[in-house]
């Protein structure tokens, strides 16, 4: 049994040695139970809102740690309707984030998706925004205008307010282009600069992460307690846990960081 389990320790070793270290998951869950966190959403679905699986895991990694959240999406139309079956934009198509967004919600009260134009960064302890295009298309307007891009007046008031009050933000995937443009100098992770493949996947918007270099983003800047990770950024087949544990590390810090 001693000789199994020291076999089984070092494959164990091994193999996390070889897996990108950004999704390697660490440590145990907390309770943060005093801890009230605002999460912001652009819609529902990775190509036209807020993607469902980062939505969804930080929604999971907030409430196994004990803490409170309360959602929030802008009322206001989205750029456009995605397809998502053959990722291509749908005719005759429109919709409104928050209520895009709503397919988050779950019961009633501070369950429900509320407008983003009401949240007060005075009654919050952190922020976090989930990836998905809608960060690029709804929430900015970095498809049209790239690295000189405007964000929806809310989305820049909000981090605005949250950095001035020295209050976490959280980011994943594509949301660090919102704070790197709201917070010129802060420094954030979203990924490779070149899409570099291997047998651990490929990075396919490189591009947009050379776009954010732009504005003066490089690294995780724990200074300025903006907390990120490339989550979707990243793509292979079978990398689904990986994006989960790599959005529990975020919410880990985040709420480290709160406190």
Known sequence: MLASRTL???????????????????????????TNIAVVFSGCGWWDGTDVHEGAYTMYHLSRNGARFQMFAPVQQQMQVMDHTRKQPATGENRNMM?????????????????????DANSFDAII??????VTKNLSSF??????????????????????SSKPIGLASMAPLLACRALPGIEVTMGHEMDDSSRWGNWPHSSLVQAVKGMGALYVDEKNKVVSTPTFMWETEQ?????????????????????
């Open 239 to 259: 990398h689904f846990h990986y994006i989960f544990d790599g959005i529990g590390n975020m919410v880990k810090h985040v709420l480290r960081l709160s406190t």
């Open 99 to 119: 209520m895009e967004a709503a397919r988050f919600s779950h019961g009633q009260g501070r369950m429900q998706m509320q407008d983003l134009s009401k949240l």
């Open 143 to 164: 498809v049209k205008d790239g690295k000189d891009c405007k964000l929806q007046p809310d989305v820049e008031r909000v981090l605005k307010d949250f950095h001035r």
């Open 129 to 134: 925004f989930p990836g998905g295009h809608g």
């Open 8 to 34: 089984l320790s070092k494959q164990t070793k091994a193999l996390l040695s070889r897996q990108p270290v950004c999704f390697v998951h660490q440590g145990d869950y907390g309770n943060w139970g005093n």
